[in-house]
């Protein structure tokens, strides 16, 4: 029975058309983490409802379907307490040649600060010990990074907060985090000399709740205050990575928060998925919730000639088997992404899009009093709605003449 439903979801898949060959997928600056395609569907009040999977299972799989590039945290494939020794470089040399072997390179590496119970108070914690602790493993994720040639460290807080009131004093917290930057940053610079390497990227990534009640860096204007308060020895090397749905959770607009990421310099990294505003982080994979909003970003996006990773960061549904996560959810993942990617092109070269936003920047040319200002300009104004409804008909192919008879 398990082949013949295998079968009949081959037979759909292919039926769906619109799919992408894999050295096309190559060709776009998508990365897929291990710890994604791995997920078995855990979650606070779920069981798992997938077998686990290796980072030799991931690789190949995602070498198969196209994706170029690979991402991980630290723990995702070396255990805690293995890492720090040498069985650890035993790991990351595996892992070189399986990636070598498959032909992707590895883009991005993560320290994990937020499961073990370690971090039950954070990497900032009180405790020097557990600083000291933090520190090292940022230290060790840089090196691991290098050695596998990635371009990108990022950093995810999500337990820097606290649940009740006054249970810490922000403002130390902060400096304490700040402490254990400076200190993968300083790793960086001695390891990329070393190495004959430039240094990485490291990228600061905002979550606006979860785990903790309340986060000290929820948004990524959070993360880009705080990497202009003074607290890093090293603010050049660090900007952000924006998570979508993140950014979507707590009301606000992706885009926005993009454009202003983007006008600091500092939209380095991006990870990609969708999902629901004022809910928890579904990590639903990218195009299937807000597929018009996404293509309003990657139309920003390609206006301002991004080139850094998109990193699918989503996990596939519980209801997925681990045979369905390679057939269906990375593979149409990446498919929406390109299309949406290329239609975004579309609109920014579309003569009417051109057309109407050039109007308005133009003006109506009125001079003089309030009064003459507003008329100049009443009806220009209704390009806005226009320009909305053409972005509609690109995501629906409406301006390729689709229509529906009644």
């Known amino acids: 029975m398990s082949e013949n439903q295998r079968a009949l979801i081959d037979r759909l898949t292919a039926a769906c058309g619109g799919s992408y060959l894999p050295e096309v997928r190559r060709r776009y600056f998508i990365s897929g983490p291990q710890w994604a395609a791995a997920y078995q569907g855990q979650a606070l009040f779920h069981a798992p409802t997938r077998e686990p999977i290796t980072y030799h299972d991931v690789i190949c799989q995602y070498a198969r379907i196209g994706i170029g590039y690979w991402t991980t945290h630290d723990t995702d494939v070396i255990p805690t307490e293995t890492l720090l020794t040498d069985r650890q470089w035993e790991i990351v040399n595996d892992i070189k040649r399986t990636l070598d072997q498959h032909g992707l390179k590895c883009s991005m590496v993560t320290t994990?600060?937020?499961?073990?119970?370690?971090?039950?108070?954070?990497?900032?914690?009180?405790?020097?010990?557990?600083?000291?602790?933090?520190?090292?493993?940022?230290?060790?994720?840089?090196?691991?990074?290098?050695?596998?040639?990635?371009?990108?460290?990022?950093?995810?807080?999500?337990?820097?907060?606290?649940?009740?009131?006054?249970?810490?004093?922000?403002?130390?917290?902060?400096?304490?985090?700040?402490?254990?930057?400076?200190?993968?940053?300083?790793?960086?610079?001695?390891?990329?000399?070393?190495?004959?390497?430039?240094?990485?990227?490291?990228?600061?990534?905002?979550?606006?709740?979860?785990?903790?009640?309340?986060?000290?860096?929820?948004?990524?204007?959070?993360?880009?205050?705080?990497?202009?308060?003074?607290?890093?020895?090293?603010?050049?090397?660090?900007?952000?990575?924006?998570?979508?749905?993140?950014?979507?959770?707590?009301?606000?607009?992706?885009?926005?928060?993009?454009?202003?990421?983007?006008?600091?310099?500092?939209?380095?990294?991006?990870?990609?998925?969708?999902?629901?505003?004022?809910?928890?982080?579904?990590?639903?994979?990218?195009?299937?919730?807000?597929?018009?909003?996404?293509?309003?970003?990657?139309?920003?996006?390609?206006?301002h000639d991004y080139n850094g990773p998109f990193n699918l960061d989503f996990k596939p549904p519980r209801t997925t088997s681990n045979y369905g996560v390679f057939q269906v959810s990375f593979p149409t993942a990446v498919d929406r992404f390109i299309t949406l990617w290329e239609m975004a092109g579309e609109a920014l070269a579309d003569p009417i899009m051109k057309e109407a936003t050039e109007t308005l920047k133009a003006g109506g040319g009125g001079k003089g009093a309030v009064g003459d200002l507003v008329a100049a300009n009443r009806e220009l104004l209704t390009l806005h709605e226009l320009i909305a409804h053409r972005l509609f008909q690109i995501l629906i192919g409406q301006h390729r003449g689709r229509r529906y008879s009644l």
């Open 112 to 303: 994990e600060t937020f499961f073990h119970p370690v971090w039950a108070a954070s990497a900032a914690a009180e405790a020097p010990e557990i600083r000291a602790y933090a520190a090292q493993r940022l230290a060790n994720t840089v090196r691991i990074g290098h050695h596998l040639g990635a371009q990108f460290a990022v950093y995810w807080p999500g337990t820097l907060g606290y649940l009740v009131q006054g249970a810490v004093e922000e403002t130390q917290t902060l400096c304490w985090f700040a402490e254990g930057l400076n200190t993968a940053c300083e790793a960086d610079i001695e390891t990329a000399r070393q190495k004959n390497r430039p240094t990485l990227k490291h990228c600061l990534e905002a979550k606006p709740f979860e785990p903790q009640a309340e986060i000290l860096l929820p948004t990524t204007d959070a993360m880009l205050a705080f990497i202009s308060s003074g607290l890093l020895t090293h603010p050049e090397m660090v900007g952000v990575n924006p998570e979508y749905l993140h950014e979507l959770m707590w009301g606000a607009a992706p885009r926005a928060a993009l454009a202003r990421a983007l006008l600091a310099g500092k939209l380095w990294h991006f990870d990609i998925n969708d999902g629901y505003r004022l809910k928890h982080d579904v990590d639903v994979a990218v195009g299937l919730v807000n597929p018009l909003d996404w293509l309003n970003v990657l139309v920003l996006l390609r206006s």
